[in-house]
């Protein structure tokens, strides 16, 4: 039977296991939508702007560790998801976006909505396709999704002519999919293996600085196998947060800019430095020069252009995450004379113990304004790690990261590589969806929230309970700290004068909404918002000019910390 | 540094602007870009010069192994290779210029491709070296036009130390 390119691209959909979409219609699509009621299993989700479809399918990729799928319309719905695949692909998270375009005989003819969302898109994809014709319809899509969850994830564009979706051919979704052009290195070279492994048994001072990539592999039991039975302490990035557990007397907290000060020291005086899915962000070296000065440097990584690209690397470890640590772990396991770990690190431990206790990252409790800090330590304590946690950006961000514990991985998500304003919201409504069942909470900021508030329609639409919780300062706090510190407190364009009603928005978009402006308030406020059975916004009224510590400003040595 | 890239790609729509938004992208130069089909069905071949330090061209290299339509890059600065490239020159060759004009080209074993009255028209193939010298000797006729095909290359099957 003859089927058409719409029917072609819902029935691979199904094939690929896809259950949730998130989508906005349009002429150059409206055949995929004509067909979608006979696909049942494919539920779609009518976002309120493009935006809100690429970050919550996003968010649903990072929450489940599959592939998220959004669909748009040409031109103008086309380009609105550019910001969400840059943040998808700066954070390396599996989406599959399928656009449509213009008809093959219009391209190029400056035809109505017609965008080259190819040439648009090019660098922040991991890879995309025009389709031309309907008979390469089936593989392009397969190749799709493989590409997207192997090797380096990453989003992968389809760019659909509305004729090619018209056009009508035999179906047969190939089995497997070879490309002689591409075949990640996931296996770990086992020279290099055992060259890292006699570093761990000779190092006094080993340091494990993990990130997303332990998250994307899945190696966050092995990751945590090695720490505990090795005593190694570990800190991670942003998007690292949640591989291990943050309630282990081995975890130092996150390092770079607002890292905690342990874990900035511990860089700078460790003598091996274990980096594992980490790609040596500059908000997290701080002065390239001055970072791990003393240390020599096991890379893993499964992108290769990962590996040297910032840092030298003594021992560089092309491969999958999980393969690596494991294949260190069976090196371990044959290896005849093994120190005892706990005699050789615990000078080390000691030392790192006295810096946690020292400097820990802290703030001055006041009822009123209520400190941002506090409202974070409110929401662990309420979900003790449970909640998906997803964030926008700025010091609501930062303040998640540094007073929330995350014990499992795909329980923090947040834009990490792109900081993007508006993600959170979005994300949260993805990993909703996939997790129905959970707590989702975004800690907003009263800025971003303001990117992607729309997307208040599309939640109370589905009942997608999500909380949305806003440390409302009145402030782009973030830039204004920036202002404050580095630009002789010029507050220009960062004061957000007429800010809505937060909670009156709410409402009327038929959420709940509350306000708290007393820190004694906060806890039964939280409880009662978590408890409404739809979404929800808690507006908190916080102290405006609070700032995140400790702080490295950009371009200074991750040593030079300013504190509290 | 000068080096001298050999990658071989899928031959699709839209691959060479892969190759070249991931330079310009990057911040990294190219010096001369060829591109054409080979033997193989489906398959091209680049050379690409370009410039920069190790660790400038070790990420060049990686990250242009990373594109999904690139099916093997070769370094070959640090092999033996043959490296040529074509030129056309358009030269000033009035009357009695003329015969030097055709001496020097004879030397540098070029052939002439085109003539008129005035001026005769050079084709030359070489390696950088041997370009730049017959375009210094050319200089001072006059060249009226210049066209080049950027260096193609190729490893050569003996590598002498
Ligand atoms: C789309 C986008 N535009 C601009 C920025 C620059 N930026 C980074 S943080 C920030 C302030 C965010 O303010 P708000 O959401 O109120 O959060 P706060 O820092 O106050 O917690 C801005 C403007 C950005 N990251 N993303």
């Not at chain 1, 004694?520 to 409880?527: H, I, N």
């Amino acid at each position: 039977m003859e089927r058409t390119g719409a029917q072609i691209l819902l029935e691979c959909l199904r094939q690929e296991g896809v259950d949730s979409i998130f989508g906005f219609p349009g002429g150059a699509v409206i055949d995929i939508y004509h067909h979608l009621p006979d696909y049942p299993s494919l539920r779609h989700f009518l976002v309120r702007h493009e935006q809100g479809a690429i970050h919550a399918a996003d968010g649903y990729a990072r929450a489940t560790g599959q592939v998220g799928v959004c669909l748009v319309t040409s031109g103008p719905g086309a380009t609105n998801t550019v910001t969400g695949i840059a943040t998808a692909y700066m954070d390396s998270i599996p989406v599959v976006i399928i656009t449509g375009q213009v008809p093959t005989p219009l391209i190029g003819n400056d035809a109505f909505q017609e965008v080259d969302i190819v040439g648009i898109s090019r660098p922040c994809v991991k890879h995309n396709y025009l389709v031309k014709d309907v008979k390469d319809l089936a593989w392009i899509i397969k190749q799709a999704f493989y590409l997207a969850r192997t090797g380096r994830p990453g989003p992968v564009l389809v760019d659909l002519p509305k004729d090619v979706l018209q056009a009508k051919t035999l179906f047969e979704y190939p089995e497997s999919i070879s490309m002689r052009s591409y075949n990640p290195n996931l296996a770990p070279n086992r020279r290099q293996v055992r060259k890292a492994t006699e570093l761990l048994r000779r190092s006094q001072r080993p340091l494990v600085y993990s990130g997303g990539g332990v998250i994307s592999s899945d190696a966050a039991e092995e990751l945590t196998w090695l720490c505990r039975n090795l005593r190694i302490p570990v800190t991670s990035t942003l998007m690292g947060l949640g591989a291990f557990p943050g309630d282990d007397p081995l975890w130092l907290g996150m390092l770079g800019m607002h890292g905690t000060y342990a874990a900035n020291m511990a860089v700078g005086h460790t003598d091996l430095l274990l980096a594992v899915g980490a790609r040596f962000d500059d908000r997290v070296t701080g002065k390239i020069s001055s970072f791990a000065p003393a240390a020599q440097v096991v890379h893993i990584d499964v992108d290769p252009t990962s590996i040297r690209k910032n840092v030298n690397v003594d021992v560089p470890i092309v491969a999958d995450c999980r393969l690596a640590l494991r294949g260190i772990r069976e090196e371990l396991e044959i290896c005849p004379d093994l120190p005892d770990w706990n005699t050789v690190h615990q000078p080390w431990l000691d030392q790192l113990a006295e810096w946690q206790r020292n400097h820990p990252v802290r703030y001055t409790y006041a009822d009123e304004p209520i400190k941002p800090q506090f409202v974070v330590e409110k929401i662990y304590e309420l979900t003790k790690g449970e909640a998906i946690i997803t964030t926008e950006v700025g010091q609501n961000q930062m303040w998640a990261a540094q007073f929330s514990r995350f014990h499992r991985p795909r329980t923090f998500l947040t834009s990490g590589g792109l900081g993007t304003m508006g993600y959170g919201f979005p994300a949260a409504i993805g990993a909703q969806v996939a997790f129905p069942d959970r707590l989702v909470i975004d800690i907003a900021g009263d800025g971003s929230i303001q990117m992607n508030i729309q997307e208040m329609a599309t939640a109370v639409s589905y009942n997608i309970p999500v909380k949305i919780v806003i440390l409302n300062n009145g402030y782009l706090g973030m830039v204004r700290q920036w202002q404050e510190l580095f630009y002789a407190r010029n507050y220009c364009a960062t004061c957000m004068h007429l800010n809505p009603d937060f909670v009156k928005l709410a409402e009327a978009y038929g959420a709940a909404g509350f306000r708290v402006t007393k820190a004694a308030d906060v806890e039964r406020v939280l409880k009662e918002a978590f408890a409404v059975p739809g979404p929800a916004i808690v507006d908190v009224v916080v102290e405006p000019e609070e700032n995140v510590y400790p702080m490295v400003p950009a371009g200074a040595a991750l040593t030079d910390m300013l504190l509290v | 540094m000068r080096h001298v890239l050999s990658v071989l790609v899928e031959n699709e729509p839209g691959v060479l602007s892969r190759v070249v938004g991931l330079f310009s992208g990057r911040g990294f130069n190219i010096e001369t870009l060829n591109v054409g089909p080979t033997l193989e069905d489906g398959i091209s071949l680049m050379t690409i010069t370009t410039a920069g330090d190790e660790q400038i061209i070790e990420q060049i290299i990686k990250q242009l192994r990373k594109l999904v339509t690139v099916v093997k890059v070769v370094d070959l600065t640090h092999l033996q290779s043959v490296e040529r490239e074509m030129v056309l020159i358009k030269v000033n060759a009035e009357d009695e210029r003329r015969a030097e004009v055709l001496r020097i080209a004879d030397i540098f074993r070029c052939k002439v491709v085109d003539v008129s009255g005035n001026d005769l028209t050079l084709e030359i193939t070489g390696d950088q070296g041997k370009i730049r010298a017959i375009v210094n000797l050319l200089q001072r006729f006059g060249i009226k036009e210049f066209a080049r095909t950027g260096t193609v290359a190729m490893r050569r099957s003996m590598q002498m130390e």
